[in-house]
């Protein structure tokens, strides 16, 4: 399996590692300059993209940013025992942090309707995260992993820096708090913080299988389990609300198809947006006056959802009108 997994003529070896991920190793200026002025760079074009709503800019933005050095390099001081490396690793990627939000939050300050900027893909997409998400950020993580301590595979590490997204979010948390938009802050930074666990938790998990542990010869198995219990309790925190975004996301698309199951037989009406506020599910319905029971649509919702929420329809009256040639 270990062969397998990082084989010995492509395996890079620990001193390789720690020039790799310990900015405090080598020519220490140069690295940690490199890092500052590439995060920096990576910030601003992550808050343009934002602002600008592109797709293509913020790929730009995940394949310049450094944030996955440090977060790699906490993997490794876990696997090999080092707690300074580990210090180092979180305050990099703890004041990287610190450096993109304020970027996000100062350019939200000069945008004349900051409003338009939270219905944007690139925010929207970016504060409500579920399950899928954390499952592509392990799987991921695994794919960094890997990478970093192979030879021959070292070329997907631009791919990885893409499918991980680390500075984004921290650009939309920025962006959401200058917006006066808290909520959709949180479910940002929630994004972020579930991406480095599992990157921690990944990059551990094969730097001590591939026997980086051994090598050090400093990690002992007590300090391993305490650890990987605290890492597994982080996980389970950002992976709340996660779940509850996934069953939300479930849930309304339900509530959705029962409501179009409701109205079948109501010429011309139709479903707009269903969304959650609290307990209360709000669905929005263009049709005529006339509408059917709300009792019966209330029915199907609590066969679908584990308790009763309540049920808010707001009804516009009026038909769609196509126009004809």
Same mark, same amino acid.
């Given at each position: ?56 800019? +913020? ?5 310049? =940013? ?18 300074? %490396? ?7 990627? %703890? ?60 070329? +997907? ?8 997204? %680390?500075?984004?979010?921290? =650009? ?8 006066? =938009? ?8 929630? %994004? ?20 980086? =542990? ?5 990690m002992g198995s007590p300090r391993h389990g305490r650890v990987f219990l605290l890492l597994a309790s982080a996980l389970v925190v950002v992976a709340i609300p996660m779940v509850i975004n996934s069953l939300t ?77």
């Amino acid at each position: 399996m270990l062969a397998f997994l990082v084989p010995d003529s492509q395996r890079r070896s620990l001193d390789e590692l720690d020039e790799r991920l310990d900015l405090a190793v080598g020519d220490t200026g140069a690295k940690r300059s490199g890092f500052w002025i590439m995060l920096t760079l990576s910030g601003i074009i992550a808050v343009a993209g934002v602002v600008a709503d592109s797709t293509a800019t +913020v790929i730009g933005a995940m394949i310049v =940013a450094p944030l996955s050095t440090p977060i790699l390099g906490a993997g490794l001081g876990i696997a090999t025992g080092r707690g300074s %490396l580990v210090f180092r690793s979180a305050l990099h990627v %703890l004041l990287g942090l610190v450096l993109v939000v304020a970027f996000g939050y100062l350019f939200a300050q000069v945008l004349l309707n900051p409003t338009n900027v939270l219905t944007n893909s690139q925010v929207l997409g970016r504060t409500s995260p579920t399950l899928a998400d954390l499952m592509a950020a392990i799987a991921t993580g695994f794919a960094g992993s890997i990478a970093i301590t192979r030879r021959d595979v070292g070329d +997907v590490l631009p791919g990885v820096a893409i499918a991980i997204s %680390l500075v984004p979010p921290l =650009a939309v948390v920025g962006v959401c708090l200058g917006s006066g =938009a808290p909520s959709l802050a949180l479910g940002a930074l929630v %994004l972020f913080a579930s991406n480095v666990v599992a990157m921690v938790i990944t990059s551990t998990l094969v730097l001590v299988v591939a026997g980086y =542990a051994q090598e050090s010869r400093t990690m002992g198995s007590p300090r391993h389990g305490r650890v990987f219990l605290l890492l597994a309790s982080a996980l389970v925190v950002v992976a709340i609300p996660m779940v509850i975004n996934s069953l939300t996301s479930l849930w309304v698309r339900q509530i959705h198809d029962a409501a179009e199951q409701w109205l079948a037989s109501v010429p011309d009406a139709q479903v707009g947006s269903v969304t959650w506020q609290a307990d209360t599910a709000v669905i929005e319905v263009l049709g005529p006056q006339d509408l059917p029971p709300i009792g019966e649509l209330e029915k199907s919702i609590d066969a679908l959802v584990p308790w009763n929420p309540q049920i808010v329809v707001v009804h516009a009256v009026g038909s769609r009108i196509e126009a004809t040639e």
